[in-house]
């Protein structure tokens, strides 16, 4: 064999070794990148799924009826005290708060183990359990892993329809030009982004998107006596 023979089979077999080791650098790539994803996907999805679980259950009362019927000629209806739900729109900063009764015996007041919600904040998205009012969050957890994804946007869009449903009412009702009474039901729902980025790949980044319907509408307005 000569020496030329020689150099022309050392640099197909180079050839050869150079292109072996881009596909093997390739593969290795792509299973990082399918592993980040996965992990990625498996953190949101988690979490979105806890949002629109939990969240459904906001404005729960043991004690409903007492809102929607009140019995003799002077008795009046109580007002749900966990009708309240309260979003931000911010995407970077969004926020959310609600509540629902978890009294084993309804008491009709707002106790502080009964209010929830989730906010973003330093990347990783954060569960309410309990606080002072429906509008004051005072035990925040984590819920995202921030070694895994850093979530980036946390969106909530909230559309509110107004039922009227005065028809059910035994007596004609008429709404007032300034203060309209007469009763409404308020269907809510809930449009909600969450967006996360890889901690250790910013290129890779994933969205989820959902609706949630609050269950319990909230009412107003009243039958005339």
Do not use: H
């Amino acid at each position: 064999m000569s020496i030329v023979e020689l150099l022309v089979g050392v640099a197909i077999g180079l050839f050869i070794l150079a292109g072996a080791s881009a596909l093997f650098v390739g593969n290795v790539t792509n299973s990082r990148r399918l592993l980040l994803e996965s992990r990625i996907n498996q953190d949101l999805r988690a979490t979105m799924d806890l949002i629109t679980r939990d969240l459904r259950r906001g404005a729960y009362w043991g004690n409903s009826l007492a809102g929607t019927l009140a019995t003799g000629s002077t008795s009046v209806t109580q007002p749900n005290p966990y009708a309240a739900v309260i979003a931000s729109a911010s995407t970077t900063s969004g926020q959310i708060l609600y509540s629902y009764s978890r009294d084993t015996a309804e008491d009709n007041a707002l106790d502080s183990t009964e209010v929830f919600g989730f906010r973003l904040t330093n990347g990783a998205i954060q569960m309410c359990f309990g606080g002072s009012s429906s509008t004051t969050c005072t035990n925040w957890q984590t819920l995202t892993n921030t070694d895994i994804v850093t979530i980036t946007a946390f969106a909530i869009t909230p559309t509110e329809t107004s039922i009227d449903i005065r028809a059910a009412c035994a007596k004609p009702c008429t709404d007032t030009l300034l203060a309209p009474s007469c009763p409404r039901v308020q269907v809510r729902s809930y449009n909600i982004a969450l967006t996360g980025t890889s901690t250790t790949d910013s290129a890779v980044t994933r969205t989820l998107r959902s609706q949630v319907r609050v269950r319990n509408e909230a009412m107003a307005g009243s039958c005339p006596a």
